[in-house]
């Protein structure tokens, strides 16, 4: 394939996790030479062997599809003229503010083999400002000139986790650059796979409306959140209401549940709480309100504890510890919020289950669903699997407090 920067022989995508994975299989898939680098030994093993890292719906075809057209994993970055970097942002808890330390560290791996007219595309999430602020300088300071030697690119992905492959396809998608010239060119490149718009901009814009996208989520379930908590001061159904409001044209309120999550709706918007600490009053609210809500079913555990007279902890089961339905990624996953509420109330010895998460992770985690349901008397649901919804037969003799309001029964308690 040639593109207009010059022949486009293979794309290196460094960081093989939930996005950089499906990204470089997609990009094989669509014919291009894909060599996909990521610095964890365990992970490039593993797709070596053939072993996917994560489940998603429709990975595993993908990947065969993208072994069969060539693609290769390894640890070492290689010399092409297009690299993507889709690594980890993490940020730093006590100043709110993004953590770079990993894609600088890409960048420059990446400065020690490439040559002039190389582009560099950033797909990680990052706080607006930070290519400006760490990216650019480091790429001068190595003597490269942007815009000549290097083109820089930020082009920040949507996809939902659970829906991943549908929506690298189907979504629309926004490349930042410095010039509309290289911004049609990355464009270009991810038309080889994306089949919706690609809208080309400014970096410091495409920075921006990834954050702001996710922090729109964010501040939109913290409502249905706080009206959760309004109703069940005066016993109103909040999804009977949310389900009316919804109705009206110009009302979309989002869905109530025991937490936010994962690693991209409960950080981004703390990005812009770090940056702008004295404007953004109406994000930090949500982001309280939204890590408020395990300990609002913690007291919601206590609630039905009392009416049934229950006193032992350990006959209350938490089904469910990833962050949200049908994935297996637990990071700033609710459930484990709760583990640490209860940790810290002393209330030690519940039980948990996740049919997806095979490996031991908390106290008291069971691996078969009928041995964990033989133990308890109360079933928290955290998160609504399909396993729970094929299941609910077997909650019949239950007492069900379900935060996802999925169950069906009457007697089920809710939020
Ligand atoms: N949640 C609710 N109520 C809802 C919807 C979600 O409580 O009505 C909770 C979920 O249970 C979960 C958390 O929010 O704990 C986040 O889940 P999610 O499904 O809303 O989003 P993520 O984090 O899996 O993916 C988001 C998506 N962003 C938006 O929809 C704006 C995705 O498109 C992004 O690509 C992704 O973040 C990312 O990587 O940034």
Redesign the pocket.
């Known amino acids: 394939m040639i593109t207009n920067w010059g022949e486009l022989y293979m794309i290196n995508i460094i960081g093989l996790g939930y ?1 950089g994975l499906p990204t470089a299989l997609m990009f094989a898939k669509s014919g291009i030479e894909v060599v996909g680098t990521d610095i964890n030994k365990n992970v490039v093993n593993s797709l070596n062997e053939g072993n996917l890292t994560f489940e998603e719906k429709g990975l595993d075809e993908l990947f065969n599809e993208a072994v069969s057209n060539g693609i290769e994993f390894t640890t070492e970055y290689r010399k092409t003229d297009t690299y993507i970097i889709a690594v980890p942002t993490p940020y730093d808890k006590k100043s709110n503010k993004l953590d770079p330390t990993y894609i600088i560290s890409a960048v420059n791996s990446i400065l020690e083999i490439c040559e002039k007219g190389t582009v560099l595309i950033i797909e990680s ?1 990052v706080s607006p400002g930070t290519i400006d602020m760490y990216i650019r300088p480091e790429i001068e300071r190595k003597g490269f000139v942007i815009g000549e030697d290097i083109h820089l690119a930020h082009a920040p ?5 659970g829906n991943m492959i549908n929506e690298l396809l189907r979504n629309s998608r926004t490349v930042g650059t410095d010039n509309d010239e290289i911004g049609q060119k990355v464009k270009e490149l991810y038309r080889n796979y994306c089949e919706a718009e690609v809208v080309v901009t400014d970096i410091r814009s495409a920075e921006m409306s990834k954050v702001v ?2 922090t ?2 964010d501040v939109n ?1 913290a409502f ?1 959140n706080e009206l959760a908590k309004i109703c069940r001061t005066d016993n109103m159904d909040v999804y009977e209401i949310i389900r009316i409001a919804n109705k009206h044209p110009r009302v979309n309120i ?4 025991p ?4 690693h ?3 950080v ?1 918007p703390w990005f812009l709480v770090g940056d702008y600490p004295d404007l953004t009053r109406l994000i930090l609210t949500a982001r309280k309100i939204n890590n408020s809500m395990p300990s609002h079913v913690l007291g919601r555990i206590r609630d039905v504890m009392r009416e049934h007279k229950i006193k032992d902890i350990s006959k209350v089961g938490i089904y469910g510890l990833t ?2 339905e049908n994935v297996d990624d637990t990071r700033e996953s ?1 459930t484990l919020q709760l583990l640490e509420r209860m940790d810290e109330h002393l209330a030690f010895g519940v039980k948990v289950f996740d049919p997806f998460v095979k490996q031991r992770i908390v106290d008291h985690q069971f691996m078969n669903f009928e041995d964990f349901l033989n133990e308890i008397e109360i079933l928290v649901i955290m998160v609504g699997h399909d396993h729970i919804k094929e299941n609910m037969d077997l909650l019949q003799n239950k007492l069900v407090l379900d935060t996802k309001n999925i169950c069906v029964f009457e007697k089920s308690y809710k939020l």
Do not use: M, W
């Not at 992905?157 to 986790?161: D, F, G």
């Open positions: 996005i999430t992905e949507r996809i939902i986790p996208e996710n729109y989520r379930i249905a989002l869905q109530p549940g937490g936010v999550g994962g991209c709706i409960s981004d962050y949200k609710p």
